[in-house]
């Protein structure tokens, strides 16, 4: 048209205009509503922020009461449902079991899902925050064969997930309140991004007048990628392959430096932060309190940060402005608590949630909201007639 930039990435085009979350990449600043992600983090709750982050601002302690009491009484799941398990193989990977079975706990619920009545949006956005940690927690238990847990609605929500991942039923659980406060923080910390790809996957979807269940499955998908959320699960086993070769932390930054088979630093690097991450920072020091407090010592800890500290100095990593992001240290955290590393990037979907309903929303109500559709620009073949057969 004349008209069209090439933007690959989106590097410098803003799609919409948001009032949910800001972010300063160059000085690391990170704000939910305005809010300090430092504060919330030291002060407030996951489900004070996830109703902070769709309603625009802090819950009133009867607001919050009722959100988490009407949270908590729709964590069951059709027990139909639960046979959709069983049709996946036990190897399946825990993200696709969770995009899957969202999906399919929608057609549960087609009749009031409609993206234009509030009631309905209401509704879907407490059954998806109730709902989609319970099919979390049995991706978990199926992947490992044991069997899965009812929810326990006494338990807030935080305890309810630790203990359908961790409890069993041959025993009682015992909820550890260090892993529960760390869990939060975890949560509170992956609760928005703005515009990353996964919550412009829900947008754009959303965008299409898709519902909240279609719109937020497309975004799990899209959080699973090593780019993007995959990158905590990257993570570990990247640790863990250095480990496992003795080759030595210097040498391995050498091989990402000199870019061997395109091996990256996981965990490394932002598209917006060109300073520390304020979430990394947060996590290094939640995950050294943590194992001190498990009395674990674990050498993948002692791995990542040597890795950081050897980057943090090198001028390849230096000049790029690479420093470690919010997936570098958390799975040396979501280890200690016993997690296998495939359900790491579904910990981080289950804190992204709120972020995905609060932009859902925040397009629905805006009435500039247009269906998205890029441009091309076109570099196929000019005209040319059909053969003649
Ligand atoms: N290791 C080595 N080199 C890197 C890395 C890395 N992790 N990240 C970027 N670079 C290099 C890149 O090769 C390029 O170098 P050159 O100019 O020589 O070609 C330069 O830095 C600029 O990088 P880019 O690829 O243009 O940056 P981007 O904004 O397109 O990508 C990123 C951002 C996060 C995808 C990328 O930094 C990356 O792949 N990091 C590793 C994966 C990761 O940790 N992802 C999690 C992101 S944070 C949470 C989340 O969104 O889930």
Redesign the pocket.
Known sequence: TGLTTLDY?F?NTAATKSAITYIDGDQGILRYRGYPIEQLAKQSTFLEVAWLLIHGELPTADELGGFDEKIRRHTLLHEDLKRFFSALPHTAHPMAVLSSALQAMSTYYESDANPHDPDHVELTTVRMLAKLPVIAAYAHKKSVGQAFLYPDNSLSFVDNFLKLNFGNLAEPYEIDPVLSKALDLLLILHED?EQ???TSTVRLVGSTGANLYASVSAGINA?SG???????E??LQMLGRIQESGEGVQRFVDR??N?EDG???????????KNY?PRAKLVKESAGEVLRALGINDPLLDLAQELEQI?LEDD??KE???YP????YTGVIYKAMGFPTRMFTVL?AIGRLPGWIAHWREMNLDPQTKIGRPQQLYTGSPERPFPTR
């Open positions: 990435g590097v991004h990353n790809a996964s959080l090593p780019l993007h959320g995959g990158a905590n990257a993570v990402v430096k870019k091996v990256k630093l996981m965990g490394f690097g932002h598209r917006v932060y991450d980057a390849y990593f790029r402005k690479l992001n919010v997936d570098f981080f």
